[in-house]
């Protein structure tokens, strides 16, 4: 089984930064691809960052130029940089990873980490 840790979610500042960092875990062959995904209240969930093993990077309208997610490093950890912050990204950002445990990969989840920009 593989577990995805996230951390670095908190409250910050219009126009501040935050960077938040998810860590794969567990019996890992390899990653295909991880993101990142986020839901404010009554909203659906939806992709913010996503990072693909040979396929490069894909980012949200909403969070061109101001987010970048990284690749995937050797400890197996992806991080997201949050920059010039609105309020309307408050929500929780979920780490999402496409990984093979086996010979088939598998989706899987992170617990979530809640972002809060405030005035």
């Known amino acids: 089984q593989v577990q995805l840790v996230e951390s670095g979610g908190g409250l910050v500042q219009l126009g501040g930064s935050l960077r938040l960092s998810c860590a794969a875990a567990g019996n890992i062959f390899s990653i295909y691809a991880m993101g990142w995904y986020r839901q404010a209240p009554g909203n659906q969930r939806e992709v913010v960052a996503t990072v693909t093993s040979g396929r490069g990077t894909n980012y949200a309208d909403s969070v061109k130029g101001r987010f970048t997610i990284s690749g995937v490093n050797a400890n197996n950890t992806v991080y997201l940089q949050m920059n010039s912050l609105k309020f309307e990204d408050t929500a929780v950002y979920y780490c999402?990873?496409?990984?093979?445990?086996?010979?088939?990969?598998?989706?899987?989840w992170g617990q979530g980490t809640q972002v809060t920009v405030s005035s």
């Open positions: 999402n990873g496409i990984i093979r445990i086996g010979p088939h990969p598998y989706e899987f």
